[in-house]
């Protein structure tokens, strides 16, 4: 996973590609999902259900299996549940929960391989010196980008975080040196791709910048097992499926999504129902080479299809209806998988897996079937070597897409009731190591981000007199200055819902913010 | 007034482990319904005697072909209806018409290393090539009717003979007295029914009942009356099943050789249950293959369910009881024969009712072969097959023995989108889309629809076509061209051209 490019780091796929490279012997992707557990069932994801019902939904009575699929189908969901589930019963438990409005929503982004957070948010403040001196070569400037021409490299620079003296944006966040030209069009040449920055600026992003557990655990299969559980240890059940089975349906699979080829172990349960869903299609009238600008297909099919027909010609009739259909659901999908033919991005969703998955989140999040719960886990942070190549883009693609997918929830008018944590299963070592990468140590970046989230930099800041402060257990490592089962507590007793020690046993001290604001997560 | 069964009835299709059950009900033909199914519009009962206009022949040209040619509405625009439904009965099917059609570099091969994508698209290039349709039209409708796939049979050599078998009973000038009922002793046989309904395993003592269902509930007599009454019972089911075994597939080549052409079905006397079958309609006897169709054949409600599906596939509205009932008057008294029965069909008033606004869906293979043949596009590799499967009607594998539902379960958001994006390609790779620079938005419209075989397209569809073709961008090169794509798409792939 160490050097992957850009664009390719997703997935078992990449995975496989990039095996030769890896420096890291054990940093399988896969084993963040559970593996040999077949669903019960897949539950087909009609084009209806993922448009929001536009024509309302079909009556429980009478609606055959044929009923429900006549509209198409745009995905599949594979369904975990402890006994098999009947879809129609699924499907009308999914509708009757999504009635329930504005429920509260969790986007979980696990990125794996263990995140390097001091070149995302960088001490620039009283420990900047200590910074520069452990990462010669990689490590940001202060300030504006520093061109090192003995060693014929950029430093790229950073942004004061507000509020906040000791942390920067990484150039927000994390711009190459010449995307960050304002005079280019801004971050990425494209001014309307916003970033972490801003959100941040909105107040809507707390971060902790060294999450983990002590005495903190340098392999990834434990780290993240530990993280998905919620526990100091391994457990058949997640900490979203010990909620899930506690507070959730016992007949919606789709209260809890993966985006992957299975479930994540977040969200493994012992009862309630959870669902995999690995791709949806897209769909629109668009045609090739042909500009939406010129001529707006969609919108010319909505004028025929919209066009009368005659009393008993139900076929005629039929056909119409679908093309409207279509078009409705095609609107309110937009273009599902990357820039599609027709050019609908309005958000801004940078190309690539995460952009794509997180665009399907928004769509599944907004379409009414009662899910709480969507993770995504996106790989490519195991930087032993050549760090600055496979970091730097994968968080410039994080921050733009974060930023894209708040703008999407806001336009489906679930922005209030989102809200996005990101993750990694540990943070790296303090100093690089002689590949131009960092080895795995500890304390890593977490972050909650959405409308509802309470801003600031929440969670302690390791540094003290002019340093770093080190992890007791290796001087090497950062000291984990947040345990990330405070954190999942406070979303369970401020967002969630629910008895947090029910869900994570585990003592915990009681939460206080570094930042002096009140002790929650979330504004209100 | 006998109460017919339909295919959709009730009917519970089984082979193997596919079961699908429909729980529709059957229709029952009463003078309320038939009235109700006939408010579309009131035809003359004597439409056989009025000239026709252009639209009614591409109506007749679209249900018993794949759309009307240049020539059919020149040719019969202005004539009287029986004139063009006996040269669609009478004519030959007629050698292939222009290019054949590659794999995109070879010649197609149908039982060689692509084989099966070149089997199918072979027929398509037949629906799309042949000078008179009917014939194919008609073996599509035998194809869905004694529904087997390749999914369930090799070699692939029998479901080519078993194609060629249907056109006997396809083409009617060919074969004008050919008859439901010799097709049905021969289809009881054929090799690849035997293999897709496992009829080889038809052993005496160990039965194998799944031909013996079939046959009853699919193939020539269906589940129900008309009243929802049973035509048969299980033990009529286990009875047949004796008088079906005995039959196997000779030269049973899985190398898919030539040889493999030559496969049949062979007879085995000591596999053959010998005893004697009583059926519940009153039928007995030591009944071998022949014998058992034949006295399913006798059963009573036999006439009113092929009659009725071969009327369902050419009009989407059930008959009138009196209208049914003449059809299995001609049935009858003709001795069970195809052509009369499809000659009164085609010359009803009710396949040109509601003729200004037409009323059936295109399935996906009348569909792709009438754009192709509107279009005069060349057949471009396996496109129209892939497309074709995800638009649910790949030929040579109809997805359960019952065949295609049809009707409106065509249309869904994927199969309109994918019947689109066919078009579209088709459309893309028009030759004459040159540049007409001075060319105005009136005549870009006209020459799209000229270039499309002038479908049919609703009045104010049209109004909204031409709107475009004025409002569309034409300052540039690419403009216009894009103008006339779009145009040709939405004329060919828009929700009218669904219907025919």
């Known amino acids: 996973m160490t050097d992957e490019t850009y664009g390719s780091n997703y997935g078992s796929d990449a995975d496989t590609e990039a095996a030769n490279v890896l420096k890291c012997a054990d940093c399988a992707r896969s084993d963040s999902l559970v593996e040999g557990l077949d669903p019960v069932d897949h539950i087909p994801l009609t084009t209806e259900a993922l448009a929001g019902f536009p024509d309302g939904v079909p009556t429980s009575t009478g609606a055959n299996r044929r009923q429900f699929l006549a509209t198409g189908v745009l995905g599949m969901a594979s369904v975990y549940a402890a006994s098999k589930i009947d879809w129609q019963q699924a499907m009308e438990a999914a509708v009757a929960e999504g009635a329930v409005a504005d429920t509260n929503k969790l986007v979980i982004i696990y990125l794996n391989g263990g995140n390097d957070g001091l070149n995302m948010f960088v001490p620039t403040g009283t420990a900047f010196a200590d910074y520069t001196a452990k990462r010669a070569g990689i490590g940001r400037a202060n300030g504006v980008n520093v061109v090192d021409a003995a060693n014929a490299i950029t430093k790229l620079g950073t942004v004061p975080i507000p509020g906040n003296p000791e942390l920067s944006f990484a150039m927000p ?13 801004g971050r990425n040449g494209h001014a309307a791709n916003l970033g972490i920055d801003t959100l941040w600026t909105a107040g809507n992003v707390a971060l902790f910048p060294a999450a983990d557990f002590t005495p903190s655990n340098q392999s ?3 780290a993240r097992d530990f993280w998905f559980a919620g526990l100091l240890k391994q457990s058949v059940t997640g900490w979203v499926g010990r909620w899930l089975d506690r507070y959730g349906s016992d007949a919606n699979p789709l209260q809890a999504i993966s985006l992957d080829s299975s479930i994540s172990k977040q969200i493994r349960t012992v009862k309630a129902p959870v669902a995999a869903v690995g791709s949806l299609t897209g769909i629109n009238f668009g045609l090739q080479n042909v500009p939406t600008t010129d001529i707006n297909l969609n919108a010319e099919m909505a004028k025929l299809a919209a066009v009368a027909t005659g009393a008993g010609n139900d076929q005629l009739g039929r056909s119409r209806s679908i093309y409207d259909l279509t078009v409705k659901v095609s609107n309110s999908l937009g273009g599902l998988n990357g820039q599609d033919a027709i050019g609908q991005n309005p958000h801004g969703y940078p190309q690539g897996a995460l952009g794509d998955r997180l665009r399907r989140a928004a769509v599944l999040l907004g379409a009414g079937l009662g899910t709480r719960v969507v ?3 996106w790989g490519g942070f195991d930087t032993h070597g050549g760090q600055l190549a496979s970091q730097d883009p994968q968080l410039r693609t994080l921050s733009a897409s974060i930023a894209a997918f708040q703008s999407d929830l806001n336009a489906r008018g679930i922005g209030d009731s989102t809200m996005t944590l990101v993750f990694s299963e540990f943070g790296r070592k303090i100093a690089e190591n002689d590949g131009a990468g960092t080895d795995h140590g500890s304390g890593g970046a977490m972050m909650l981000v959405g409308n509802p989230v309470l801003g600031g930099v929440a969670g302690d800041v390791p540094i003290a007199n002019g340093a770093m402060l080190t992890d007791p257990n290796d001087r090497a490592n950062l000291m984990v200055a947040t345990d990330f089962r405070q954190v999942y507590k406070q979303i369970l007793a ?3 819902g629910g008895d947090p020690n029910a869900i994570i046993p585990d003592a915990q001290p009681a939460f206080a913010r570094a930042d002096g604001l009140p002790a929650r997560i979330t504004k209100v | 007034m006998p109460r017919i069964s339909t295919r959709k009835g009730g009917v519970s299709a089984t082979k193997k482990g596919k079961r699908v059950i429909l729980k529709k009900r059957p229709k029952k033909i009463s003078l309320k319904s038939a009235r109700r199914q006939h408010r579309l519009k009131a035809t003359p009962a004597v439409i056989q005697e009025i000239p026709m206009t252009q639209a009614m022949v591409d109506r007749l040209f679209w249900r018993a072909g794949f759309g009307p040619t240049a020539e059919a509405r020149s040719a019969f625009t202005g004539k009287k209806s029986a004139e063009a439904v006996d040269w669609l009965l009478d004519s030959p099917q007629g050698a292939l018409q222009g290019p054949a059609p590659t794999n995109g570099v070879n010649a197609l091969d149908i039982f060689g290393e692509r084989g099966n994508d070149d089997l199918v698209t072979e027929w398509i290039d037949r629906m799309v090539r042949s000078p008179n349709p009917l014939p194919e039209r008609m073996r599509l409708f035998w194809h869905g009717h004694w529904a087997n796939s390749r999914e369930d049979v090799s070699p692939a050599q029998l479901m080519k003979k078993q194609n060629d078998v249907l056109g006997k009973y396809s083409d009617l000038a060919a074969n004008p007295n050919a008859d439901f009922a010799t097709m ?12 897709y309904l496992t009829g080889e395993t038809n052993v005496r003592g160990r039965p194998n009942e799944n031909y013996a269902r079939e046959i009853m509930e699919l193939f020539v007599l269906g589940v129900v009356d008309g009243n929802g009454k049973p035509n048969y019972t299980e033990q009529d089911v286990k009875e047949l099943a004796k008088a079906f075994s005995g039959w196997r597939v ?5 190398d898919n050789g030539a040889n493999a052409m030559l496969a049949e079905g062979y007879f085995t006397p000591s596999r053959w249950d010998a005893g004697v079958k009583t059926l519940s309609w009153g039928k007995s006897g030591a009944f071998k293959d022949r014998e058992a169709t034949e006295a399913v054949l006798a059963h009573p409600n036999q006439p009113f369910y092929v009659t009725r599906k071969l009327w369902d596939y050419f009009v989407p509205t059930a008959p009138t009881a ?16 195809i052509k009369p029965v499809v000659r009164q069909i085609l010359l009803s008033a009710e396949l040109f009712a509601s003729i200004d606004e037409p009323t059936m869906i295109k399935p996906p293979a009348v569909y792709v072969a009438g754009a192709l043949r509107a279009t005069k596009a060349a057949i471009i590799d396996t496109d129209p097959v892939n497309s074709m499967m995800r638009m649910g009607q790949r030929p040579y594998y109809p997805p359960t023995v019952a065949g295609w539902e049809g009707g409106i379960s065509w249309l869904n958001t994927n199969t309109v989108l994918e019947r689109y994006g066919f078009i579209g390609r088709v459309v893309g790779k028009m030759p004459d889309l040159t540049d007409q620079p001075t060319e105005t938005p009136q005549a870009a419209f006209d020459r799209a629809f000229g270039a499309t075989a002038s479908p049919w397209v609703s009045a104010a569809s049209k109004a909204n076509l031409l709107d475009l073709a ?7 090169a690419a403009q216009r061209k894009n103008r006339q794509v779009v145009l040709r798409t939405l004329l060919l792939a828009g929700p009218d051209a669904q219907v025919m």
């Open chain 1, 173 to 185: 966040i994390v711009g190459g040196p010449s995307a960050m030209n304002v005079a280019n069009g």
């Open chain 1, 220 to 222: 990834h299969f434990e």
């Open chain 1, 375 to 377: 993770t995504i886990d």
């Open chain 1, 494 to 496: 401020d967002w969630l």
């Open chain 2, 184 to 195: 049905s002793y021969e289809m009881a046989t054929d090799p690849a029914m035997l293999r």
């Open chain 2, 250 to 254: 000779r030269n049973d080549s899985t």
């Open chain 2, 322 to 337: 009196d209208v049914h009932a003449q059809l299995v008057k001609t049935y009858v008294s003709s001795g069970f024969k």
């Open chain 2, 470 to 476: 004025n409002r569309a961008p034409a300052r540039t």
